[in-house]
């Protein structure tokens, strides 16, 4: 468990990767994944909604573990964990071919991680990609791993509802994706098209960078344009998960606007 949570190594040659806190598990279950294994500090046996959603990922077929005390402290990745632990298998998405099945009739919009090194930044995106509509979220070059765990907090759930996948060379994907029909944007700080004068509607892949240096030369220079979003104030540039969010979200705008967008909906906690 340990090295699950540590060693990006270990996830990939297990095929597994480990969700924490009751909530994690809750989509889980709601998104039909198939639970591996459930592991349960005492505290948690102490609560309602905890114990019940144990007794669900058992009645699904996964094998639950009582912990004595102690142990989930010794092995969890955070300094004050939750009470449950989750091994789940690597979601499908992930080892599907993304970039290659992406088909411009039915994914309008793409987001593209590149070098984005931060696990928090990452899961952000998950999560506004999901919030948004986007077809897909693509980690690219460097980026970390989305099934770092805390990639897998940042993203409250959404790891399991957007298909996503790695691609090692982000020149070549942005060439692979431009013959596909896909318009190519870059995400820079200045001299690019003004986002909301962009006309969304286009099927696009939405590159964003390297939280410190942005995109390579070599990646701009395979990316057919650049978008930016105006700023005043003193502040260099966005966080890369707000940035991803602005746009996205005006991508999303454009589409309800034209009657082509999904209507605004909420998930209840009954659910």
């Known amino acids: 468990m340990r090295s699950l949570l540590q060693k990006r190594s270990t996830r990939w040659a297990e095929q597994a990767f480990v969700a924490e806190g009751v909530e994690l598990l809750r989509t889980a279950l709601r998104a039909g994944v198939a639970i591996e294994s459930v592991y349960l500090a005492p505290e948690g046996v102490a609560d309602r909604l905890t114990r019940e959603t144990c007794d669900r990922a058992l009645d699904a077929g996964a094998r639950v573990f009582h912990l004595a005390p102690g142990v989930l402290e010794r092995v969890a990745d955070t300094v004050t964990p939750q009470p449950v632990l989750t091994v789940l298998p690597m979601l499908g998405a992930a080892g599907n071919d993304v970039a290659g099945a992406a088909d411009p009739s039915g994914q309008p919009l793409i987001v593209v991680l590149v070098d984005v090194r931060d696990p928090g930044n990452a899961g952000t995106v998950l999560r506004t990609a999901d919030a948004s509509g986007v077809s897909s979220v693509i980690f690219s070059g460097e980026s970390v ?38 318009r190519t944007l870059a995400t820079v700080v200045r001299d690019g098209d003004d986002y909301a004068a962009l006309d969304w509607s286009i099927p696009t892949a939405l590159f964003l960078g390297n939280e410190a240096s942005g995109l390579e030369p070599e990646a701009l220079a395979a990316i057919g344009g650049a978008v930016a979003i105006p700023m005043e104030g003193r502040a260099e540039s966005l966080n890369v998960g707000v940035a991803c969010a602005v746009l996205c979200f005006e991508a999303l705008r454009q589409r309800r606007s034209s009657g082509r967008g999904p209507e605004a909906s909420t998930i209840s906690d009954s659910e």
């Open 145 to 182: 791993d989305p099934y770092n765990p805390k990639t897998v907090r940042a993203s409250a759930g959404s790891l399991f509802h957007v298909p996503f996948g790695i691609e090692a060379d982000p020149v070549a994907l942005a060439t692979s994706l431009a013959g596909r029909g896909y």
